[in-house]
Every structure is written in C-alpha cells, then in structure tokens.
C-alpha cells in the first residue's frame, strides 16, 4: 500500500495528522487521523496508479497550436491531460499491466492527447504509433516530437471535417506500419464518429496489426440508458 501524511491546522494552533493509505489497485482509500483508525470507503472514480501513469512531470512540454485542438475542451489542456491519465490507468489495470514500459501502442484516430501526456509526465512506454486523417496535426506532431519511440503518419481517410476529400475507408488497402507488431491498438471514440458500415471495415483495417495476444481497445458513446445508470455515456 502507499500512505501519504497530509498535515492540517487545528484549534490552538496545533497540526493534526491525516494519514491516508491507497490499497494496491488503488480502489480504496483508509483514513486514519490523529492515530484513530476509521473505515476504509471506495473511491468513486478511478484513482490512477503511479507506477502506470507516472508521477513525473518531464522538461518537456508538447505546446499544440488552438487550430489544431479538437473536442469540447479546446482551452482546458491540463485537465485533457489529468483525463488522459485516468483512462491509461484505467485500461492497464483491466489488462492486468503496472505500466506501458513493455507495449507497443498502436493510436487509430491518436489526435495530441496522448502523446502529449505520455510526453510531459513521463509515462514509460515501449512504442507509439499514431495514426490519424487530420494532416496538419500529424505533421505538427512529427515536427515537434522528438523520441525515437514516437511516430506518426497521416491517413487519406474520408472525414467530413478533417479530411472531406479523402477515400472511403473500405479502399484503404493497408496501413503504412509493420504488421503483427503491436500489444495494444487503442481507439478512442474512434467508432463514434464512424459510419454503421464502417465498424467492420475498421476492425479488417487493423486486425493484421496486432500480436498473437494483443489486445484491442476502445470507447465510443453508448446511445442508450445502460444497466450502469449512466445515462446515455458509458
């Protein structure tokens, strides 16, 4: 368990001691204070582990350009990174991984986000590819990320807003990487703004990219009530 000491003010001008210990899997949280032991309560959303998400913060800083920002957090940058990291820990304890360190990630639709946090927090990671239609992002990327773990390609895939002019996404014969090299192929909200037809063509496109026991990955909005009772987002 991990226990960190938070210390308060209290009357008279004496400091109080809260001691807080994290279970393991970081789904429980045990409070102690001024030495009397209370009951342990369940966290509500997901505490991000450190070791999978690193608690670095790196001298690097991956600055992106308002144009090329997309989705409904445009000025909130940070909290797109604290987001970023819930979903990296979420996705390596449901894989039962402590870390990155040891996976190739292959991004369809990767957008900044995630290199952007894997980049200024530090997070260990094996291989990253992202790929993606929007060009002038992709190109961003390639200029001003400088890791030999990192790179990047652009798709002429047909998006009505990125890349109106592009091929239907059943002609796009190939992807321009090795194939059968990859752990994780991670797409984040990637169906969402897919057409119905294009569900399978997707799946076609990249099941020759993962290894035997890789994993795929995805999130994508749920248009309906779900037996979690979280409405129309699951």
């Not at 304890?93 to 957008?111: F, H, K, T, V, Y």
């Amino acid at each position: 368990a991990r226990e960190m000491w938070v210390y308060r003010s209290a009357s008279g001008g004496r400091l109080c001691r809260t001691i807080l210990t994290i279970s393991p899997s970081a789904d429980c949280i045990r409070v102690r204070r001024d030495g009397l032991s209370a009951n342990p309560f369940r966290v509500l959303l997901s505490v991000a582990r450190t070791d999978a998400t690193g608690d670095n913060m790196s001298d690097q800083v991956l600055k992106v350009p308002r144009s090329l920002r997309r989705g409904g957090r445009l000025e909130e940058s940070e909290r797109s990174v604290r987001d970023t990291l819930k979903i990296i820990a979420l996705v390596c304890r449901n894989l039962g991984i402590d870390n990155l360190a040891e996976s190739r990630i292959l991004d369809m639709g990767c957008g900044y986000r995630m290199a952007k946090s894997i980049i200024e927090r530090d997070i260990p990671i094996k291989e990253y590819v992202g790929l993606d239609v929007f060009r002038d992002m992709i190109e961003f990327l390639r200029e001003e990320v400088n890791d030999p773990r990192f790179s990047f390609h652009s798709l002429d895939i047909h998006n009505e807003m990125y890349n109106p002019q592009g091929k239907p996404l059943a002609e796009l014969g190939a992807l321009p990487i090795s194939k059968e090299s990859f752990d994780i192929i991670w797409l984040c909200s990637v169906f969402t703004h897919l057409a119905p037809h294009d569900y399978s063509e997707m799946s076609k496109l990249l099941r020759p990219y993962v290894r035997p026991g890789g994993r795929l990955v995805f999130s994508l909005f749920v248009n309906e009530v779900t037996p979690s009772g979280l409405g129309f987002i699951s």
